[in-house]
């Protein structure tokens, strides 16, 4: 996913300033740079073991488990959560196990282990499937209790496999952040218009942007909302959460702004558009991509491993309008979408004249923001506004909502000009 250097696509829907135009005035499609792509660029890394000289420090680190080489990606993280802590020491103190799938009873122990290690369980919790006896039965029990993990009726299924959506939930309760999660799925303009979202959005938003999921050089290795987890990925998600809690603590206080998270009156054509948009948040990051799967058989535009977006590949997910290139907006029957036959940040921003550049003050919800993050004058990151200083944006920690309209912040600092996408017609 490219993690260093992690690019943000936004995409825009039809707004009043400009005038729709025909199919016919498109782009030759055999001309589209289908291959093209964008590089993460972020504002606040998820860690310094994904900056060169993290990276460095991890591949010459080595862990006293023997099934752990020296230079292992959750090296450090498996030192600090089996090593120098017994979280999740399950195999005593020289076997981890890294590929094999964290299972739901020993996350139990590991989150209780790591954030309440004193926590009482509940005498009247029972689970059909979990022995008493067990030695992983209090941990489960309190894990429960604190609504950190969920049952399933009157059973946990102790041995099923965790997802990356079950570990960041259990996480973020854990840093006591549930009602920033709940803020999030309360997401509304004002004018009263709540936007419709699956249960699990306000989960998906602030495990992404606290960068609870390593961002893989190897894209194969990627894991989305609902990928099972083995112990190294499990692993490095609890070491990110420790950390927070310990020596990024202005984490946690920077996601308090999702517990009242609205935009301004948002026009009603618009609304489909974001909504859209949502239900791909938490989605990895990956370069040069622009489809929710692996490539299938005859794709257009390269092979990609998984499902996932850089920043102006989402850009085309949720704004072009579909023809016989490229047809993600058979997924979105709500509109049609936009003229967008640019693929990377950069040809997309340069696709305009001059005069038709938009200042920060003249840009509006479906509007494309472009980035200049170094300020040679190539655009290398991309994102779409969706009112009120937000934007829908893909970066290292995957797909987010960002806030990018804070006066003095990297996203204000960098940003070049606005364009607003023409719609397609019917």
Not at 35 to 60: E, R, V
Not at 234 to 244: E, G, K, P, Q
Not at 361 to 373: C, E, I, K, P, T
Not at 407 to 419: D, E, L, P
Request: proline share 7%; hydrophobic share 40%.
């Amino acid at each position: 996913m490219f993690t260093l250097l992690g690019m943000l696509c936004v995409s825009q829907l039809a707004t009043a300033h400009a005038s729709p135009q025909s199919h016919s005035t498109q782009t030759n499609l055999s001309a589209i740079k289908v291959l093209d792509g964008d590089q993460a660029t972020d504002p606040n890394p998820a860690d310094a073991a994904q900056s060169p000289s993290g990276i460095a420090a991890a591949a010459a680190a080595s862990t006293s488990f023997s099934d752990v080489p020296a230079g292992f990606w959750a090296g450090s993280a498996i030192n600090t959560v089996a090593g120098s802590n017994t979280w999740m020491r399950d195999y005593g103190t020289k076997t981890f196990k890294p590929g094999n799938l964290e299972t739901r009873e020993l996350w139990a122990k590991a989150v209780v282990q790591a954030f309440d290690p004193n926590g009482k369980p509940d005498p009247n919790l029972h689970f059909a499937d979990v022995d008493p006896n067990d030695p992983n039965a209090t941990y489960i029990n309190v894990a429960v209790s604190n609504q950190w993990m969920l049952p399933f009726g009157k059973n946990f299924h102790p041995t099923d496999p965790v997802t990356t959506l079950m570990v960041h939930r259990a996480l973020i309760w854990a840093l006591g952040l549930s009602d920033v999660v709940a803020g999030a799925n309360k997401f509304h303009t004002t004018d009263g218009y709540m936007f419709h979202h699956g249960p699990t959005f306000g989960t998906r938003l602030i495990g992404a942007v606290l960068g609870l999921r390593y961002n893989h050089s190897d894209e194969s290795m990627d894991v989305g909302p609902a990928s099972q987890l083995n112990r190294a990925e499990a692993a490095w998600s609890l070491y990110r959460a420790y950390v927070i809690n310990t020596s990024e603590t202005w984490r946690k206080t920077d996601v308090q702004k999702y517990r009242t998270f609205h935009v301004g009156p948002v026009p009603a054509a618009f609304r489909p558009v974001i909504e859209f948009g949502m239900k791909f948040v938490g989605f990895p990051y990956i370069y040069a991509g622009e489809w929710n799967v692996k490539s299938p058989p005859g794709y257009c535009c390269g092979f990609q491993p998984r499902g996932g977006f850089d920043c102006s590949g989402l850009m085309w997910w949720v704004l072009r309008h579909g023809d016989s290139l490229y047809d993600a907006a058979k997924y979105h029957p709500n509109y049609p979408g936009y003229i967008l036959n640019e693929r990377s940040s950069n040809d997309m921003a340069h696709a305009i004249p001059s005069k038709s550049r938009l200042t920060w003050d003249q840009v509006r919800a479906g509007d494309l923001l472009f980035y200049d993050s170094d300020g040679n004058g190539t655009i290398d990151h991309v994102d779409l506004d969706i009112g009120w200083g937000w934007a829908l944006d893909s970066g290292s920690n995957g797909v987010t909502i960002a806030q990018v309209g804070e006066k003095g912040s990297w996203y204000q600092r960098v940003f070049a000009w606005g364009r607003t996408p023409v719609p397609a017609s019917s």
